[in-house]
């Protein structure tokens, strides 16, 4: 039995037809495409820094397709390239965030990747400080649930993120007030070269859900429909007014922690057998060819496609200019307009 076919005919029960999964996987290949660009980027010295979501593209789109998007309220990681790409986040707009430049939607070049907001598109992210986005995620969910808002918010974060006090603090206040947002655990077993079995004593995160008083759900990362459907139950729960779910998300993590890891830790070994039975891209591109969805001719389009996108998004950004130093305090609230 193939891998893929654990999820053979999965798409009715989900209620995605082969058609929209052959558009994730454009999205998801143009993704890869994006994240392997970004880390060549960095080798030549043209962004300062990235972080790989290799391993955990399913569990990122999967989890967004299943929200509403330009309603719900999402609450990124530094990781989450693919939820930002599901979103409507375009590649230009990210290769300007890497880079830096003016124009960029996030943080208008003030921050790293993805670090800032785009309210147009509900994406928050305000911190790199692991974890510190789980409260502010929290006080978003209760203010919606003040404002007897439908919306819904989602917070994610790693198995490392899942450690500091932050992630406790939420997850109690939301559990005590019953708050609609959704705790979304991208666990790849690493907080960066720290394993699992040495940052907690249980071997699924989504047990810590009980202590809280309301549901924890673990879900196979590498499958796209598993983790649509469980987002989707969620979602539900919370407009319906029973408030959080944790939910985690068993994913690989393919690449270093960052482009400054050498990942020695882990050993090449390791990583290239997660290559072979964990990588989310190879699994749906099995699933499509099992379901007659895709031929070898479609897929080399998609590639070319998502290649050329890649293409033109890095050229925009070499030619972008960078911000106006001039604008460099706007949005700052400065100790002098305090006192006046």
């Not at 068993?250 to 020695?264: E, F, G």
């Amino acid at each position: 039995m193939t891998r893929g076919s654990t999820l053979s005919r999965q798409h009715e029960v989900v209620g995605l037809a082969p058609a929209a999964l052959l558009e994730l996987y454009s999205l998801m290949t143009m993704t890869r495409l994006f994240d392997e660009r970004v880390w060549t980027l960095n080798r030549q010295g043209r962004i300062a820094i990235a972080a790989s979501c290799q391993g955990h593209e399913a569990a990122q789109m999967g989890s967004a397709l299943a929200l509403r998007r330009g309603h719900d309220l999402f609450f990124i990681y530094y990781r989450d390239l693919a939820v930002s790409f599901t979103l409507g986040v375009t590649p230009r707009e990210m290769m300007l965030s890497f880079y830096g430049k003016a124009g960029e939607p996030f943080s208008g070049g003030r921050q790293v990747f993805m670090h800032g907001c785009y309210p147009t598109l509900r994406i928050y992210n305000p911190s790199n400080v692991v974890g510190a986005h789980l409260p502010q995620a929290a006080g978003a969910a209760l203010a919606t649930k003040m404002r007897r808002e439908d919306a819904v918010v989602i917070a994610y974060f790693g198995d490392g993120g899942a450690s500091p006090g932050d992630c406790h603090e939420a997850m109690n206040f939301a559990g005590v007030h019953r708050l609609p947002i959704i705790f979304f655990c991208e666990n790849n077993g690493w907080a960066i070269s720290v394993p699992q079995r040495r940052q907690m004593a249980i071997e699924d995160i989504a047990q810590r859900a009980c202590g809280y008083g309301f549901p924890g759900v673990t879900v196979d990362g590498t499958d796209l429909l598993a983790v649509y459907q469980a987002t989707r139950e969620a979602a539900a729960r919370a407009r319906r007014g029973e408030g959080p779910t944790l939910i985690e998300a068993k994913v690989a993590r393919l690449m270093p922690h960052t482009t400054d890891d050498s990942d020695l830790y882990r050993g090449k070994e390791y990583v290239e057998a997660l290559r072979v039975t964990r990588d989310p891209l190879q699994r749906l591109k099995e699933y499509l060819r099992m379901e007659g969805a895709m031929d070898q001719s479609t897929e080399e389009d998609i590639v070319e496609r998502a290649r050329q996108a890649v293409e033109d998004a890095t050229a925009y950004a070499e030619t972008a200019p960078w911000p106006d130093p001039a604008e460099l305090s706007e949005h700052v609230q400065s100790s002098e307009r305090q006192v006046a």
